[in-house]
């Protein structure tokens, strides 16, 4: 290498000024030869015209130099040498070697100096990494068990409601609106699946943002039919027994599947509105830096999302849809409230359904926006609010049956011989249509002694009306 002076700062002071002056000069003799206008002196910032041929003589200059050869690469660096020092243990900088650019060659000067302490050479820069924050698969797969158990008693549900339809206490529960909660529960089952399912599995980003498509529209039909058929139910017994007239009410499966099928329209007109007009987009979620210092490492965190534009929008009004069929369930299942033939009224399972959805859905959604970042916690409450709300509402409907039915017909009718304080109960429907005679009879003379109970309350507070007046 010879004599290493040129190294020194000054040199490349020298050689800088001599750029910058044959690049200019250049330039000059450039704007000359084309007839331009343009001269040095009318040089500004904003001219990008003048910067682009500046910088491009500037990458054609080549000239021996002080500091060794001058030239520039395409993005107007310097090619040249490089020194290579070392810190030493006593504090000052001890240069190893010179690496030229040009050559892409390493020139040692003191190549036996050269010490490292540890097990092996540093790094020359903190290792970097690039993570996807994803759902950790040991709680994918502990949900996906759990949901598929769930799909498990939901078929089997289904199963011996379809088998034992012929029987008394499955006519009176009308088996095929059953049927349609058994089969909105195994949606809202497999909805939660599609949940979970994120990046951490290969799959592409389009069909990343199927599988979002498909966990709303799974979760809003689910719920609709799950909740709808329940509700569908409790609205027919509340109609049957609450009317006051003489005239007859027949209401069929036919009409609370029209009504389910009324939710389920709603439902497909909104998401399919969502789906065409507001499509999923992928943004990237950026987690804080975690640098760590003792093993020289950077990670980078990231979560792949999917979201649309206007989301906010169309899930506040499917909400709002949703919101008012638990609250015209809340209704039915308080206007219901004394009807009290376990065989025929399921208010009393809406309002324990409608309140498990209230209660954890009051607890459960704050504390999932609050921890939106952290993926397995609210992935496990998201899963948990749905798997709940839907085993629950499936023993409440189903169980109750299953019992009057290991009961036996005989005992089914004790039963419905000691009930008591039915209020508004007028007539029949086909939910009662196939319940024999003897039942009939026992439900007629519970209605007249409701109304002659009714009579005598309403005859007492006539006279404890008069009575202030008479002492007046």
């Known amino acids: 290498m010879g004599n290493l002076r040129a190294l020194e700062d000054w040199p490349f002071t020298y050689d800088s000024i001599w750029a910058i002056a044959l690049a200019l000069h250049n330039s000059s003799e450039y704007f000359i030869s084309n007839n331009m206008s343009k001269r040095l002196e009318h040089f500004t910032y904003e001219d990008d015209e003048m910067r682009s041929v500046y910088l491009g003589f500037m990458q054609k200059t080549n000239f021996r130099g002080l500091s060794g050869e001058v030239l520039f690469d395409q993005y107007q660096d310097r090619i040249g040498l490089m020194k290579i020092e070392q810190l030493a243990y006593d504090g000052y900088e ?53 949901t598929c158990a769930g799909i498990i008693v939901a078929v089997a549900f289904l199963v011996v409601s379809i088998y034992f339809r012929n029987s008394r206490v499955m006519k009176l529960s009308s088996p095929n609106i059953n049927n349609v909660i058994s089969v909105g529960a195994v949606i809202c089952y497999v909805a939660v699946i599609i949940l979970g ?29 799950v909740f709808g058929g329940l509700f569908a139910k409790s609205w027919r017994v509340y109609k049957v027994f609450a009317n006051r007239s003489k005239k007859k009410i027949v209401i069929k499966d036919k009409h609370l599947l029209a009504l389910i099928a009324g939710l389920i329209v709603i439902d497909i007109i909104t998401l399919s509105v969502w789906t065409i007009l507001d499509p999923m987009e992928f943004p990237e979620v950026n987690y804080p830096v975690q640098k760590f210092a003792d093993i020289d490492t950077v990670i980078y965190r990231k979560r792949i999302t999917c979201r649309s534009p206007n989301q906010f929008y ?20 308080y206007e219901s409230r004394k009807i009290t033939v376990p065989v025929l009224n399921d208010s009393k399972n809406v309002g324990l359904s409608i309140y498990n959805i209230v209660v954890f859905s009051a607890i459960g959604i704050p504390v999932t926006i609050v921890i939106q970042n952290d993926v397995n916690a609210a992935f496990a409450i998201e899963s948990a609010l749905i798997i709940v709300n839907t085993t629950a509402t499936m023993l409440l409907v189903f169980v109750p049956k299953f019992v009057l039915l290991k009961q036996g017909e005989v005992q089914i009718s004790v039963a419905l011989q000691g009930q008591s304080g039915m209020s508004g109960l007028g007539s029949t429907a086909t939910a009662t249509q196939n319940v ?14 409701a109304k002659d109970r009714e009579e005598n309350l309403q005859k007492e507070n006539d006279q404890l009306k008069k009575k202030p007046e008479e002492k007046f």
Request: proline letters at 1%.
């Open 94 to 146: 001890k240069m190893i070697a010179v690496y030229d650019q040009k050559s892409k060659e390493i020139h040692w000067v003191e190549k036996d100096k050269l010490v490292f302490t540890g097990l092996s050479a540093p790094l020359d820069g903190a290792e970097v990494i690039f993570e996807n924050v994803v759902i950790s698969k040991a709680l994918f797969y502990s949900v996906v068990a759990v």
């Open 197 to 225: 399912v994120d990046m951490g599995i290969d799959i592409s980003t389009t069909t990343f943002g199927r599988f979002c498509l498909a966990s709303a529209w799974l979760l809003s039909l689910g719920f609709s039919l």
């Open 314 to 333: 169309y899930q506040a009004a499917i909400y709002i849809c949703k919101g008012m069929l638990l609250l015209y369930g809340t209704i039915i299942a």
């Open 436 to 449: 024999d005679r003897n039942v009939i009879q026992i439900l007629r003379k519970e209605l007249k002694e």
